[in-house]
């Protein structure tokens, strides 16, 4: 355990020296690219989520068991998947700081 934490340490060190001999263009772009990358990987399951319940809210009645139980496990995935998202984000943010 002690030797990942000291890879760890290791590897933001470097990280925070690549970072501090970039230029800020450079870094800007780095935050455009990171925001863009975000913004897709949450908009994936969300549009995942949104379109399973439009469809369960509009033709609920006309759709057979089985495919209503394939939305809600579509949903409860992406769902999973938000969360994922949420915890790793949150973890390497706390890792940094």
Avoid: G, W
């Avoid at 870094?27 to 897709?40: A, E, G, R, W, Y």
């Avoid at 994922?84 to 943010?93: M, P, Q, R």
Wanted: glycine residues 0%; proline residues 2%; contains cysteine.
């Amino acid at each position: 355990r002690l030797m990942l934490q000291s890879q760890h340490l290791c590897s933001q060190r470097t990280s925070c020296v690549a970072l501090a001999s970039l230029k800020p263009s450079a870094i800007s772009q780095l935050k455009t690219d990171f925001v863009t990358q975000v913004n897709h990987e949450f908009r994936t399951p969300l549009t995942v989520i949104a379109t399973a319940t439009e469809l369960l809210k509009l033709y609920h009645s006309q759709i057979s068991d089985q495919k209503r139980q394939q939305y809600f496990q579509q949903i409860q995935e992406a769902i999973k998947q938000l969360i994922h998202l949420l915890e790793t984000a949150l973890t390497d943010i706390d890792a940094d700081l």
